[in-house]
């Protein structure tokens, strides 16, 4: 029999990689955007409809993107997500004016969201409860370190070789981590893949490959309607715009709020995400802790959450701090407060739904935090047009604590299975 130490590691290694590549994508535009405006006569309001278009696309494929994963299965999803955002990404480096950057943004924003789904699901299949939010953790924190390190190569790149060699870069990252992904992870089924889950001891946690899914007796709608799935939904729909905030209009409010160019914004518009990412680390350890402490699952989840919301008011005090510097170190309470609470957050869906449902439960969510990003992108190049970065930043900081009150009131224990990672889904 041939033995796989480590593999489940080894696979969440490969989701903060492929969340690492994701965002490293999703923030390019972001950093590069002066020079983009400037070459194509561009304004923040065409930005944002391009960002919004985006989130438009990103929206409807976070549900559709679900459904999909829970039947192709993990690894053929990734395969076909990562692929498809490659894709559109490098062909960002050819357009050649505003409707051809909002196409290939439309693209990049239908494949993305695949990631996360399907890094979910992953996380399912191959972490007991114990682990699982932790697994989540380190592959969220590619989130944080993909946009820490993109801020800096895509200004490095664009001031060396041009803005659209960002593009192309980043677009051929995602095709080199599809070529390691399909060597290491095994084919359901198979003696590799079997004998990783005997070794690990995972035998019993449930697992469904895509032909199971075809044949499962499921009820997408029923799913929709559940409680859990809307106070998720509601949960992301308030709280996911502020880090669409930080991702997309950090760069400009630094050029434009506090005087920056590019190649200073390429030095510090990093640092808040490398926050982040410890944030993410911090969080999926915390309610592992808590679990191996005797809390029940909901509460350690809960509780975790909740730590992270009491970081989240320090967003009201960026635009008001006298430095750069401040303000900077008061965004980066924002991304670690969202990175703690966000590991916990979406490995929700993997506590909450049966294993046919993970992908698909985790697809509606994101959903919810998309369509509310369409909304507050919108919103802000307004705001920021005709007032300040102020008002934006004062509703950032109060999101998370709103959420996380209505999480305790709405989303009660009794939701949760007593025993998720063994229930098996009714045929």
Known sequence: MIKVPRLPWLIAGMLFLSTLINY???VTLSVVVGNVLREFSMTEKDYAQIVSLFLVAYAVMYAGSGYVVDRLGTRRGFTLFVSAWSAAQFVTGFVIGKWTLAASQFGLGLAEPGNF?????????????QQRAAAVGIFNAGSSLGAALGAPMAAFLTVRYGWRSAFFFTGG??????????????SPGSRRWIAARRENG????PVESGADALKSKRNTFRLLRSRPCLMLILARFLTDPVIYFILFWLPRYLEKGRGFDIATVGKYAWVPFFFGGSGY???GWLSGRLMRAGWSLPRSRKTAMLVGACFMPAAMLAPLVPTAGLAIFAVSFVVFGHAVWVSNLL???A????SNEVATGSGFSGMGGSISGIVANLCTGYVVMRFSYQPIFLL???MHPLAIALIFWLLPDRDFPKAPALEVAPA
Request: charged share 15%; net charge negative.
């Open 117 to 129: 789904p399907a890094g979910v699901k992953t996380a399912q299949e191959w972490f007991p409860p």
């Open 202 to 205: 995972l035998e019993d946690l």
């Open 24 to 26: 490293t994508a999703r």
């Open 281 to 283: 680390i911090v969080g």
């Open 173 to 186: 990252l995602g095709f080199v981590w599809l070529v390691l992904w399909l060597i290491i992870t095994p």
């Open 347 to 349: 490995t929700l869906p």
């Open 351 to 354: 506590d909450l739904f049966h």
């Open 396 to 398: 950032a900081g109060l």
